[in-house]
Every structure is written in structure tokens, then in C-alpha cells.
């Protein structure tokens, strides 16, 4: 079927980039200058080529029409090798906001569903001693913002407004229905998708029709507006719940990129029930980057009076990634990687990121050494002059000045990450451009991440001196780890009782 999506995405990506562990101290006050603005886009379960930039970055045919999300790309620094801590969406965002691996408060599985009543869970959340990059920056004089996900715990001590946000609208689960004012009217809520949004703690009826995704850039727009002329700088925290199910574009958006589609079922309406996964999938990514695009208008020109001499762009650092792999069942393509969310290969846990920032960040550049969503909280702190609290652990590093100047922050430490699978773990650990992998007690194998990043050529025969170092490291690393604190399912609690978890003196030994 003829669609306009590739020839979209062809014409507006031609040529993009030719022109283009739990127990590290951590640094205090830092000494700075400009205190900048910081935009924080967190989508979630987007597939590694479902971006055009990072399509083009590596050669792949991609169908996706994000040219908004593209050119913030080329005018800045794309982050060829981008981590997140977790293949899943709670964890990873527990990493990412606390500055540690989730596995060492317990928070290495997702919070359940709060409509599930499993009331000795649903009171759980981030840990109240986890200061948050939020609170520091809030305590370092910035409006602070979160608008989207949350899934980081519902009740009070867990809420974002208890947790360094000023501001929240949004959802507090694990995801929600995207068009909200349907949602409203169904009762009993028999799941979080179908709760309410909320701002600031209140429940919050939507417009009749309104689309979720409009809504959260909606939100984030009124935001650096309101900012702007104020005398302090601001944190926006803005994690999108799309491209994440259920898979639900909006009609106007379907028809555009798909003009020639014809619907199986037009009794019904032209909605999205009426199209494919993938249309759903790359629609709603089209509406992410019309929201990218309206947020760096309102930067460009705060008051909307076409004079751009307000603008506060050159003073605003906007950092992109996902939260996890895409899911491939759902659409998503990770392509050339291996694998998809919920696993530790390449697929689950590298994501698409770049940094943007006009009067800092080098334009139409590539930095081809690891980054992780850990290095944030502390890198984000040094550059808002923020205090970090004394007692606090922090497992990322500050990777300003390396960034800056094309060096590996991590050179010659090992990285790891896991997740609890079953009666098992899925692992991977990786060192310099060698990555090891192991499933389930099955055997290691070790992939070269400067060949192959697919991860398809086993080469642990030529490199077993440094994966019994690594395996060594990662049992020492999971030393630091708390079983986890909830589970996301009965089943869950049942199975990991039953084969005796976690089990890491198996998973962390050669065989």
C-alpha cells in the first residue's frame, strides 16, 4: 500500500548526519555561572530506529516522520551509545530519577497495578531516602515540572509533588488509555490505564476528545511560557506515554500519513481500530514530534509574538531519550539491535538520546562512547550549580567535560545490567567494547560492541580472561542489591519464592 510515510521520511532525513555501580561518591557544589533551563523528554517504549535521526545514524529504512525530533538531532549531539538502567518502563524510570540502580533499594521490578487492590504493595513506591534529581535542583532554585508518566508510586510519600515537582499533571501508573475523556466515564476502573489524570494530587476531567499526547505538550508548552519571563530557570521533566500501548493515533493523524487507507470496517467511523500496528505505532510518534516541535517554538518564542528576541533556546539544554527498547509486538523497530524491551541484548536496554543546548552542545555531532541515563542526575546537578546531599549515593558520573570533548567517561569500568527472569536472571555485562550476556543459566557468550552491535557473533572463546573478570565484578555488584521491595503480580511473588530467588551465586559463575 502506497502510504506518504516513506517518501516523508526519505526526503526530510537526506543527508541528517552528513550535515549533522551502587557505590560511587559523589561530587558536592559545584562552582557555575548560567543556571540553565533543562528540558527532560522521556518517551516511552520507542524502538531504536523509530527516530529518524538515529534511523539515518544507522542505516536503516524507516517508515517514522519525526523531522521536528530529527533537527534538534542534527543541532546537537546524538548519543550513538545511550543506556537506561532496566529493559522496563519502572525501573528504568527509579534509575534515571534517583541516580542509582533501581537493584539496590529494591526497585527492580514495576509497581502493580494500583486497580489490582494488592494493598502491601500499592503503598510502595521510590524509597523516601532516594533524593531525587528533582529535589535537588527544586532546593537549587528552579521551577521545577513533571508532566506525563510517573510510575514511580502513587501514595503521598511516592507523588511527585512530595518528590521535588512543583507542578504535576499527569498519571501516576504504569500507563494509561490516550483518549483520557472515555476513560472518565468507565466504571469500576478495573486498571490504571483507565484512571483519571490528575494535576497536582486532584483528579482532572479532559476535554471531550482530547488526545493524551496533545495534552502532555500542551501542558509543557504553558510551562516554559510561564517560565520564561520569571527570574528563575526551570526543570521540566516531560515523559510522553507514547509510543507505549495501547496502540491508539489519533484519526487525523492516521489519515494524513496514510491518505490512500482504505478502513475495513467504516461503520463503524475512521478511528484507530480501523489501522494497522505499525500505523498506530509511527502516527503516534508523529504526534510526539508535533509536540517537540510546539515546545521548541515556545523556547524560540515564549510570548508568541513571532519576535524571537525573548527567546530563551540558546539557554536551554534539552536532553531525549526512551525509557526502554520498543516493544516489537507492539510495532516498534530496533533495528539493527537485538531484541526488545523486557531483555537485556542490546534491543531492551539501548535507546535513542541526544543532547541539545545552542550556546553549549557542539552541532551535527556524534559522541560515540557510552552514556548512561545514571550519568544524568549527577551532570545535570553540576550544571545547575545544585548541591548534592552529602549521604547520597550516586552511580552515574558527571560526564560534562568528557562530552564535551569526545572522551569515554567509562573507559575500563564495568556496566551491568539485569533483570529477574523466572526462575533466573537475563545479565549483561559489559567492559570497554566487550559484552557479555547470559540467560537463564544458559551459557555466556561475549559480543564485540565495536563489530556488532546485533549481537550475533559469540567470541567468548578468544576472551576468557576478561569474562571471568566481569562475571567477578557482577557478583560483587549484586551484593549491593535488596530483593525487590514489591512485585508486579501474585505470580509473581509466588514465583519468586518457589525457585528461590534471586539465585545470583548461579548466575555469576563462568560454567
Known amino acids: 500500500m502506497k502510504t506518504k510515510t516513506a517518501s516523508i521520511a ?4 537526506i543527508g541528517l548526519i552528513a550535515s549533522l555501580p551502587c557505590l560511587t561518591a559523589v561530587a558536592r557544589t559545584p562552582a557555575t555561572t548560567d543556571k540553565p533551563n533543562i528540558v527532560l523528554i522521556f518517551c516511552d517504549d520507542l524502538g531504536y530506529a523509530d527516530v529518524g535521526f538515529n534511523a539515518d545514524l544507522f542505516g536503516v529504512k ?33 534509575g534515571l ?4 540502580m533501581q537493584h539496590c533499594f529494591g526497585g527492580q521490578k514495576n509497581l502493580p497495578d494500583v486497580a489490582k487492590h494488592l494493598e502491601d504493595y500499592n503503598s510502595k513506591g521510590i524509597p523516601e531516602s532516594e533524593t531525587m534529581i528533582s529535589t535537588v535542583l527544586q532546593d537549587a532554585g528552579y521551577a521545577t515540572s513533571c508532566v506525563g508518566k510517573w510510575h514511580l508510586g502513587s501514595s503521598k510519600p511516592f507523588h511527585p509533588n512530595t518528590r521535588g515537582f512543583d507542578q504535576f499533571f499527569g498519571f501516576v501508573g504504569g500507563g494509561h488509555q490516550y483518549f483520557p475523556s472515555v476513560t472518565d466515564n468507565v466504571e469500576p476502573k478495573i486498571n490504571d490505564y483507565q484512571y483519571f489524570l490528575e494535576r497536582n494530587g486532584k483528579d482532572y476531567l479532559s476535554p471531550e476528545g482530547a488526545y493524551l499526547t496533545d495534552m502532555f505538550s500542551d501542558e509543557a508548552v504553558r510551562i516554559v511560557s510561564t517560565n520564561a519571563d520569571a527570574k528563575k530557570p526551570f526543570f521540566l521533566y516531560l515523559a510522553y506515554n507514547a509510543p507505549h500501548s495501547p496502540l491508539q493515533a489519533k484519526t487525523e493523524d492516521l489519515k494524513f500519513l496514510y491518505p490512500e487507507h482504505q478502513p475495513k470496517n467504516p461503520g463503524n467511523g475512521v478511528d484507530y481500530r480501523d489501522y494497522e500496528t505499525r500505523q498506530n505505532y509511527v502516527a503516534m510518534m508523529y504526534a510526539v514530534d508535533r509536540g517537540v516541535g510546539q515546545i521548541v517554538s515556545a523556547l524560540e518564542d515564549p510570548n508568541g509574538d513571532s519576535d524571537k528576541t525573548d527567546s530563551i533556546m540558546d539557554n536551554t539544554l534539552i536532553v531525549f531519550l526512551s525509557d526502554n527498547g520498543g516493544k516489537i509486538a507492539q510495532g516498534a523497530s530496533n533495528a539493527p539491535l537485538q531484541d526488545d524491551k523486557g531483555s537485556t541484548h542490546e534491543g531492551g536496554i539501548r535507546v535513542p538520546m541526544f543532547m541539545h543546548w545552542p550556546a553549549k552542545v557542539p552541532a551535527a555531532s556524534v559522541f560515540d562512547y557510552p552514556v548512561l541515563a545514571l550519568d544524568l542526575y549527577p551532570t545535570l546537578a553540576q550544571l545547575a550549580g545544585a548541591t548534592v546531599p552529602s549521604d547520597k549515593i550516586l552511580d552515574g558520573k558527571d560526564i560534562w567535560q568528557n562530552f564535551l570533548a569526545g572522551k569515554d567517561s567509562h573507559e ?15 545479565v549483561s555485562l559489559r567492559r570497554g567494547n566487550l559484552k557479555a550476556y547470559r540467560k537463564n543459566f544458559a551459557v555466556w557468550k561475549v559480543f564485540d560492541m565495536s563489530t556488532d552491535i ?14 571471568s573478570s566481569m562475571i567477578d565484578d557482577g557478583l560483587e555488584w549484586s551484593k549491593t542489591h535488596r530483593d525487590p521491595q514489591w512485585h508486579d503480580t501474585e505470580n509473581g511473588l509466588n514465583s519468586w519464592i518457589e525457585n528461590k530467588m534471586p539465585r545470583y551465586d548461579e548466575t555469576f559463575k563462568m560454567r
Request: charge should be neutral.
Open 10 to 13: 526519505s526526503a526530510l532525513l
Open 62 to 94: 524507516t517508515d517514522v516522520v519525526t523531522p521536528n525530533i530529527d533537527a534538534l538531532a542534527r543541532g546537537g549531539t546524538i548519543c550513538k551509545q545511550a543506556y537506561v538502567t532496566h529493559p522496563f518502563c519502572g525501573p528504568s524510570r527509579m
Open 97 to 100: 530519577l534517583s541516580g542509582r
Open 412 to 426: 575500563n569500568e564495568t556496566m551491568y545490567w539485569l533483570r529477574h527472569h523466572g526462575g533466573g536472571n537475563e
Open 454 to 467: 546485533g549481537e550475533l557473533d559469540n567470541v567468548a572463546s578468544s576472551h576468557k580472561a576478561v569474562l
